[in-house]
């Protein structure tokens, strides 16, 4: 598929739920304030906390409007779905469930895994963006990723090429591991770290293709390079304190 088609593809599936695809950004603005469509249930899309243009150049507007109004409330759909199916989904803690996933009955186990796994990863990934903030972490997690990987642009890297590495579909991300070390790793599909390994996610970023096509199209590494500055250390660094703690 060459980037014309893939365009006009992308654009014939977004245009009926999204109208205005030509970036205009006074139109934009009116889709970005729309209300997302809800769907009864536990499960509410979470807001972002800034504009959907907040991250440009890093992110576009389009492909942040995309990702938060249509991919992320696909899976609150689905959880609002499964949760008439299983009350419980929607009673329990997300990480008490993505922790054990024996607790889900086994008919709808995977959906349950991809879907809840896709609403933890977006409400992280979104809550770990800003449009300003420091650019390089401080303090403990500075120290920590210093002694653990040699600095601050070899753990970079490391993570860069975790999610260059992802064959596929998938997160990359930093973790502090169940033994409380430090660690690069990357996840298929919708998998929190906390899937399997019971790991604890500091920073993780969204390497499907959706997460950078209309902007970077194949080229995963430039978004990569590029998504560093849109890294709130503030929230990371929380993340690390409990992760640890
Ligand atoms: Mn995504």
Redesign the pocket.
């Given at each position: 598929m060459n980037r014309r088609q893939s365009l006009k593809l992308m654009a014939g599936t977004a245009a009926a739920a999204v109208p205005v695809l030509v970036g205009q950004r006074a139109a934009f603005a009116q889709v970005a304030m729309a209300a997302p469509a809800q769907t009864d249930g536990p499960f509410k899309l979470p807001a972002l906390g800034y504009a959907y243009d907040a991250l440009e150049p890093h992110i576009d507007a389009m492909t942040m409007t995309i990702?938060h109004t249509r991919?992320?409330q696909a899976f609150i759909t689905n959880l609002n779905q499964l949760a008439g199916r299983w009350p419980e989904l929607g009673t329990m803690a997300p990480e008490t469930i993505l922790a054990d996933l024996g607790k889900v009955p086994e008919a709808m186990r995977t959906a349950a895994r991809n879907n809840l796994g896709?609403h933890w990863?977006?409400s992280f990934?979104w809550d770990l963006m800003t449009p300003g903030g420091v650019k390089e972490p401080t303090g403990d997690l500075k120290a920590a990723i210093d002694q653990t990987f040699g600095g601050f642009t070899q753990f970079t890297e490391k993570l860069n090429a975790a999610g260059v590495g992802r064959f596929g579909s998938g997160w990359a991300w930093l973790v502090v591991t169940k033994d409380r070390k430090l660690d690069v790793i990357n996840t298929p599909y919708q998998d929190p770290p906390l899937i399997d390994i019971g790991a604890r996610a500091v920073i993780g970023v969204?390497v499907?293709e959706?997460?950078y096509y209309l902007k970077y199209q194949n080229r995963r590494a430039d978004y990569l390079k590029s998504w560093w500055n849109t890294v709130n250390w503030d929230k990371a660094t929380g993340h690390f304190k409990r992760a640890i703690a």
């Open positions: 990702h991919h992320h896709g990863n977006h990934f969204d499907w959706h997460a």
